[in-house]
């Protein structure tokens, strides 16, 4: 969890969360932070890449190997995540673990 001077932003749940909302409520945490804008994109990145929480933080890298999560755009990895999440719904695999150790093979 992230706590700047206004609000706080909690860890991504991919049990829980929707990822749209998610990002709806990170943006507005930044923008209320003084981070909005094209010159805060790297902080930005990191700042989502370190609160999401372990579990989402390794399902990313899993999903943009043999990169890493901090070479994709923030927009990029919101959509990874989202579509991931998608498939893990659809395949009806139920759990990220599952997805996590199917996905270095992808």
């Given at each position: 969890?992230?706590?700047?001077?206004?609000?706080k932003l909690s860890k991504f749940s991919a049990g829980t969360d929707n990822v749209e909302e998610y990002k709806e409520?990170?943006?507005?945490?930044?923008?209320?932070?003084?981070?909005?804008g094209d010159g805060n994109a790297t902080k930005r990145?990191?700042?989502?890449l370190t609160c999401v929480g372990t579990e989402t933080y390794t399902l990313l890298k899993?999903?943009?190997?043999?990169?890493?999560p901090q070479d994709k755009t923030l927009d990029e990895l919101?959509?990874?995540l989202?579509?991931?999440?998608?498939?893990?719904?659809?395949?009806?695999?139920?759990?990220i673990p599952i997805l996590q150790e199917n996905s270095a093979r992808w």
């Open positions: 969890m992230a706590t700047g001077k206004h609000g409520g990170f943006l507005l945490y930044c923008a209320a932070n003084g981070l909005d990145k990191a700042i989502f899993n999903l943009v190997r043999p990169n890493k919101f959509t990874l989202k579509n991931a999440l998608r498939a893990a719904h659809y395949c009806d695999f139920g759990k």
